[in-house]
């Protein structure tokens, strides 16, 4: 006699979704619906990029599957200004770089400015041209692609912590990008980019002809106080098999935003808070 087989909820994916590369999702904003369908990726992370505070429903599923969600607000590239700074595009491209974070899923609100943007950066980490670059950030905004963005991309120069052992096979060594392992190198290396790099907030300004300038703060210094970043030991090279790790740490180049603590963001006890950042780059005091 045949059996009627279980009812399955159906696999829903979210919009705009796609591999990346292994390890690495995008999309747009998962709902109740995507669920099932996240569940089947087996995240360990969630990197959400809308300014906004993460929705308690995808809250609660991350917390009953053990998803880490990984706070970085963005406002998106908006001309005349460049809203995304690089020192926070070098956190978020450092995160998604850490083993320890993946399987991940990069998302905003329709995965196609934001998200668009920050795997178009990711993409400088693998040596991809730019001609595939803007085509491959095309396809995903469509009719909606903003030249901001792409000069954003064209202007952008990573610098990535790295964590070795835990670094992702498909990052390589390109002239582009700098890659370093301490939080002081880090921050150093972000100091001296801010004296030459046309998307520093002052030269971005001039160079658009914008009226009034836009208020900033230390992109530094703010990018990590809202990091929670740790110190740490430098080793010789990025790819060198680097200090000891304590595997139950979680990887401190995110805010961290626990589904357990009500998507609040989580500073580890050895942070590196704005003011100190601001001493060890030379600049003064973020607000």
Wanted: include cysteine; charged fraction near 15%.
């Amino acid at each position: 006699m045949p059996t009627t087989p279980p009812s399955r909820e159906p696999l829903v994916p979210t919009i705009n979704f796609s591999m990346v590369c292994p390890g690495v999702y995008r999309s747009g904003y998962p709902t109740k619906k995507n669920f099932s369908f996240l569940s089947a990726l087996r995240l360990r992370s969630i990197l959400y990029l809308c300014p906004e505070d993460y929705a308690e429903s995808n809250l609660k599923f991350c917390e009953e599957n053990g998803v880490h969600v990984l706070r970085f607000p963005t406002e998106g590239n908006k001309e005349p200004f460049c809203d995304i700074s690089e020192p926070l595009m070098h956190r978020i491209l450092s995160a998604i770089c850490d083993t320890r974070n993946l399987p991940l899923l990069i998302h905003c609100n329709k995965g196609k400015h934001r998200t668009g943007t920050v795997v178009a950066c990711l993409r400088h980490l693998q040596g991809w041209s730019l001609v595939s670059i803007f085509e491959e950030y095309k396809r995903f905004a469509s009719d909606k692609a903003r030249v901001g963005d792409q000069q954003y991309v064209e202007l952008y120069h990573p610098i990535v912590r790295l964590t070795p052992p835990f670094v992702a096979s498909w990052v390589i060594v390109t002239p582009r990008a700098t890659l370093v392992t301490s939080d002081r190198e880090l921050m150093e290396a972000e100091a001296l980019q801010l004296g030459y790099s046309p998307l520093a907030p002052d030269k971005y300004l001039k160079k658009n002809g914008s009226g009034a300038a836009k208020p900033t703060t230390n992109p530094v210094a703010a990018a990590t106080a809202e990091s929670g970043l740790t110190t740490t030991t430098p080793t010789s090279s990025p790819l060198a098999p680097g200090p000891k790790q304590q595997p139950s740490q979680p990887a401190a180049s995110a805010v961290p935003m626990s589904a357990g603590n009500g998507g609040h963001s989580f500073v580890p006890s050895i942070a590196v808070t704005a003011a100190a950042a601001a001493a060890a780059t030379g600049f003064g005091d973020a607000t």
